[in-house]
């Protein structure tokens, strides 16, 4: 099956800070997402980005299908944005498979 | 609209005993799927339905779980005998099913068997 790698997978930022989240996967791929887990554990959908680049707010997101390879920016960091980020794939038809995510912790 | 919906948020049980999840997806969605989040690890997938059909269980432990969706809409998951490793996060998705959908997900139960 298609694996999944994130890093790095832990990242600990002070306000303000910019970071980037990598995601690699195997293959090729119909359907890729990015979430954000809470501390609640609520899985909140930030992108779905198979291919292309979209920007929503503070957070962007860019897929390289053909090197398969998505990207997650998030500038100027806040505390609410600390928790587990999970990128996630799959082919059409087939159920996501995820990563092991990444933990990012924000300070003031 | 309203999102996907879980039921209950909380459960602890003994071991060796019996329990069961609910979901209930985003009206209109065709696709459900169960996945289970042990501490510390990404959601793995148990179950996928397509309307009232079965698409791939294949990872899910079939001596202790089962689950159904009559109908094509609500679906319940259930564990028995529950084990201390069965202790995780069971997740609900939904998903409209065509092409370049994404999938949404409720916010899960914790279980946890001691």
């Known amino acids: 099956g298609i694996q999944v790698e994130q890093s790095p997978p832990d990242l600990i930022l002070q306000e303000g800070a910019n970071s980037t989240l990598r995601c690699n996967f195997s293959d090729s791929v119909n359907n890729l997402q990015w979430f954000h887990q809470n501390p609640w554990g609520q899985l909140i959908n930030l992108f779905y980005i198979p291919s292309g680049t979209k920007q929503n707010g503070r957070l962007s997101a860019t897929t390289v299908a053909t090197e398969r390879y998505s990207l997650l920016y998030i500038s100027s960091s806040q505390t609410t944005d600390s928790g587990v980020y999970f990128c996630?794939?799959?082919?059409?038809?087939?159920?996501?498979?995820f990563g092991k995510g990444t933990t990012l912790s924000v300070s003031s | 609209e309203a999102g996907v919906a879980q039921s209950p948020r909380y459960k602890i049980i003994e071991k060796r005993q019996s329990v069961a999840f609910w979901c209930n997806p985003i009206s209109g969605h065709a696709t459900l799927y169960w996945y289970q989040q042990i501490l510390g690890q990404g959601p793995k997938l148990l179950i996928q339905?397509?309307?009232?059909?079965?698409?791939?269980d294949s990872q899910l432990p079939k001596d202790r779980f089962s689950a159904e969706r009559l109908k094509g809409v609500d679906s319940t998951l259930k564990i028995q005998p529950a084990k201390l490793e069965d202790s995780a996060v069971y997740l609900c998705?939904?998903?409209?099913?065509?092409?370049?959908?994404?999938?949404?997900f409720g916010q899960g139960t914790r279980l946890t068997v001691v």
């Open positions: 339905f397509q309307n009232n059909g079965v698409v791939d």
């Open positions: 998705a939904s998903k409209w099913g065509g092409v370049g959908t994404e999938a949404f």
């Open positions: 996630a794939v799959g082919e059409a038809g087939t159920a996501l498979i």
